[in-house]
C-alpha cells in the first residue's frame, strides 16, 4: 500500500489531545495493534486494494474531517463568554438563539461520535478479506477472527455512554446532558456540556487511534 494514503488524514496525538486522553490513547494503539496482529495470523488482512477502493476510502475519510472541521469551528466559538456572546447575537438575525445553540453544540458532538465510531468498523473492515463486510456484523466478524483482542476493544465500541447516544435516549434538562439507559428513561449520568463535550472527545479517540495505527502499520510494511 502507498503511505501516501493516510498521512493528510491521520491524528497527532502530541498535538492534539491533553494529558489525561494520552493514557486511554496509548491503551487503545496497543489494543489496535493486537487486534491487527491476531487478524493478520488468521489470514483476515487485506494486502491489495483496487484503485477505485482507494479513491473510495479517501472520500470517506474525507467526510469525516469536514465533520471534524465543522466541529471544532463551532467549539472555537465557546473558548470565552465574549466569543459566544457575540456568536448568539451573530445567529439571532436567522432565528437562532441561546438554547439553539447548545442543542446544536450537543448535536454535533453526537454525529460526530456515532460517526467516528461507525468509520471505525468500516476502516477495519475495509483492510480485511474473506469476512463479512457488512457493519451490522461488525462485533461477530471480531469475535469470530479476533477473539482475544475483541474483549479488550469491546468496551470502547459498546458502551452505555455511546449507545445513549446512538439510540437517540439522552435529553437536555436544566442546562445538563441526561443519559439514560433506555426506553424506561431512567437516567444513568447527568453531565455538564463541557464534561459532556469532554466526553465525547475521549470517544473519539477510538477512530483516531485506528487511522494513526494503520498509518504507521503501512510504514512498517504491515500491509505487504
Not at 29 to 58: A, C, P, Y
Not at 93 to 120: C, K, P, R, S, W
Not at 133 to 148: D, G, I
Not at 159 to 182: C, M
Request: hydrophobic share 45%; glycine share 4%.
Amino acid at each position: 500500500m502507498n503511505d501516501g494514503l493516510w498521512k493528510k488524514w491521520v491524528v497527532n496525538p502530541d498535538q492534539t489531545i491533553g494529558e489525561d486522553e494520552k493514557a486511554v490513547w496509548l491503551e487503545l494503539q496497543s489494543i489496535i495493534h493486537d487486534l491487527l496482529m491476531e487478524l493478520k495470523r488468521n489470514g483476515k488482512v487485506e494486502l491489495s486494494f483496487t484503485k477505485s477502493e482507494i479513491i473510495h476510502v479517501k472520500k470517506l475519510l474525507k467526510n469525516r474531517n469536514e465533520l471534524v472541521f465543522n466541529f471544532n469551528r463551532i467549539m472555537d466559538t465557546t473558548d470565552s463568554w465574549e466569543k459566544v456572546n457575540s456568536f448568539v447575537k451573530a445567529i439571532e438575525g436567522f432565528g437562532f438563539n441561546d438554547v439553539n445553540y447548545v442543542y446544536l453544540l450537543v448535536e454535533l458532538a453526537i454525529i460526530l461520535l456515532i460517526t467516528d465510531t461507525e468509520t471505525f468498523k468500516t476502516l477495519l473492515l475495509f483492510h480485511l478479506k474473506d469476512v463479512s463486510h457488512k457493519t451490522s456484523n461488525f462485533v461477530q466478524t471480531m469475535k469470530s477472527y479476533a477473539p482475544k483482542s475483541w474483549v479488550k476493544l469491546e468496551p470502547f465500541i459498546n458502551n452505555k455512554f455511546r449507545n445513549s447516544l446512538a439510540h437517540g435516549t439522552w435529553a437536555i434538562e436544566n442546562n445538563q446532558v441526561v443519559l439514560f439507559e433506555d426506553a424506561k428513561l431512567i437516567p444513568f449520568e447527568k453531565l455538564e456540556l463541557i464534561d459532556f463535550l469532554i466526553k465525547a472527545k475521549g470517544q473519539n479517540l477510538l477512530f483516531a487511534c485506528l487511522s494513526s495505527v494503520i498509518s504507521e502499520e503501512i510504514v512498517n510494511g504491515f500491509f505487504s
